[in-house]
């Protein structure tokens, strides 16, 4: 089985700009997540995706958003990108959302700079 | 959200055996204990995760104190690819969803 994908695998983005990640998860997995990695702040969560719902969202601000299709790959968005956007941003999917525990698998990221 | 305290860094030989602590005194009934790991320039990569009772697996077991509030992940023996930074982090259901919340994570280093 294909693992999880991203793209693109690194980017460079100018103060002010926007931009859009992309995640392809395992098939069959119907759950996607996304998380922000930085030096200073480690890994947060930022939302999770699950049958094309949002279903849960972490303390971001609203320049943060996402969204899935219903072959489950999913988008997020960053609108007004600032300086501290910088960071690697994960994907992970998993077979099911909420219940009992299930783990989640995840991508090998996409590294954005702003400058 | 409830948080888990790991140590920085712990250094270990390889073949030796590992004790990887972590603490989560504010953990909630229903909250699994979950443990990942994440090597130089990849994404995190899923380890093992329990709710009350020990659990073992091909990868290392996870010792769960009694009152849940602490839990210990052993690596029985160490290889030098075991070198990476592990989390040890609470999976809470919110309103029917799973959040992961990752702590600061230990970084392991194996001597060979």
């Known amino acids: 089985k294909a693992g999880v994908t991203q793209t693109p695998r690194y980017l460079i983005k100018t103060r002010g700009q926007q931009v859009t990640l992309s995640c392809s998860p395992i098939?069959?997995?119907?759950?996607v997540s996304w998380y922000q990695q930085t030096p200073g702040q480690g890994l947060q969560f930022l939302f999770e995706?699950?049958?094309?719902?949002?279903?849960n969202k972490g303390n971001f601000p609203g320049r943060f958003s996402g969204r899935q299709f219903s072959n489950s790959r999913s988008e997020m968005n960053v609108s007004t990108l600032e300086l501290g956007d910088s960071a690697l941003y994960l994907c992970?999917?998993?077979?099911?959302?909420?219940?009992?525990?299930?783990?989640?698998?995840f991508g090998p990221g996409t590294r954005l700079t702003v400058t | 959200d409830a948080k888990t305290t790991q140590p920085n860094s712990m250094e270990s030989n390889e073949e030796e055996p590992v004790h990887l602590p972590c603490n989560h005194s504010?953990?909630?009934?229903?909250?699994?204990i979950h443990w990942y790991r994440q090597l130089p320039s990849q994404g995190p990569e899923y380890v093992i995760h329990?709710?009350?009772s020990n659990v073992n697996n091909r990868m290392a077991s996870l010792a769960i104190a009694e009152d849940r509030k602490s839990s210990t992940l052993i690596l029985h023996r160490a290889t030098l690819r075991d070198a990476a930074v592990y989390y040890c982090i609470l999976r809470a259901v919110i309103q029917g969803a799973q959040k992961l919340v990752f702590g600061q994570g230990t970084r392991l280093t194996i001597n060979p």
């Open positions: 504010t953990i909630s009934g229903t909250d699994y």
């Open positions: 098939s069959g997995h119907r759950s």
């Open positions: 995706y699950f049958s094309e719902t949002q279903r």
């Open positions: 992970a999917s998993s077979t099911f959302s909420g219940g009992n525990a299930y783990e989640q698998y």
């Open positions: 329990g709710l009350t």
